[in-house]
């Protein structure tokens, strides 16, 4: 089940603007294939609609290869490097493009600007514009800034508490983890 380039999966909880409704996987799971609308019903006067599509689970096409589909652009990525189809699966859903026109950066170390960005991206990089950026070592107009701007208003960031992100910081094991459990 996908909406846009996100992939809902059946057996997991889905919540909408924070945690003011869920779509539970059983209900997911009742939809008939094809295109399917949502409405929640919100106080306020807005009922924000999610469309989603629906697959036929019963198609055994393997849509993780995507050597196939993709060409590399990376020339520090080989065809016989462990990682291959990992930054080619990557790269094809744009959750992470490099850190150059033709370099992956696969041994470069994950700063905080980085990763929220890629969160980001997975969350379908959602409108912005009306959140205000609470850091003042996060330049506006940047390529992490509406990135930065979501993880702290979804509360996956909080910053280190004196004003900074820390936008260049490496991201630590327990930071990450911390930051996937909270997307």
């Known amino acids: ?38 409405r929640f019903n919100m106080s306020g006067g ?11 689970t019963t198609d055994t096409t393997d849509t993780t290869d995507t050597t196939t589909t993709t060409t590399n652009p990376f020339a520090d990525v080989r065809e016989n490097d ?12 744009g959750l992470m493009v490099g850190v150059a026109d033709d370099r992956f950066g696969a041994d470069t170390d994950l700063s905080r600007a980085m990763i929220v960005t890629i969160l980001y991206r997975h969350a379908g990089q959602p409108d912005v514009s009306n959140l205000q950026n609470p850091f003042n070592d996060v330049l506006e107009n940047t390529w992490y800034t509406d990135a930065v701007k979501w993880a702290y208003a979804n509360e996956v960031v909080l910053g280190y508490g004196d004003g900074r992100f820390g936008t260049d910081d490496p991201v630590t094991n327990e930071q990450l983890a911390v930051l996937i459990y909270r997307t």
């Not at 409704?21 to 609308?37: C, E, H, K, M, P």
């Not at 807005?46 to 036929?56: E, K, M, Q």
């Open 82 to 93: 462990w990682f291959y189809d990992a930054v080619a699966y990557i790269y094809q859903l």
């Open 1 to 38: 089940m996908t909406n846009g380039s996100n992939t809902l999966v059946q057996g997991t909880d889905y919540t909408v603007n924070g945690n003011v409704f869920t779509i539970n996987a059983s209900y997911l799971g009742s939809l008939d294939v094809g295109q399917q609308v949502i």
């Open 46 to 56: 807005t009922n924000p609609t999610f469309t989603i599509t629906i697959s036929d």
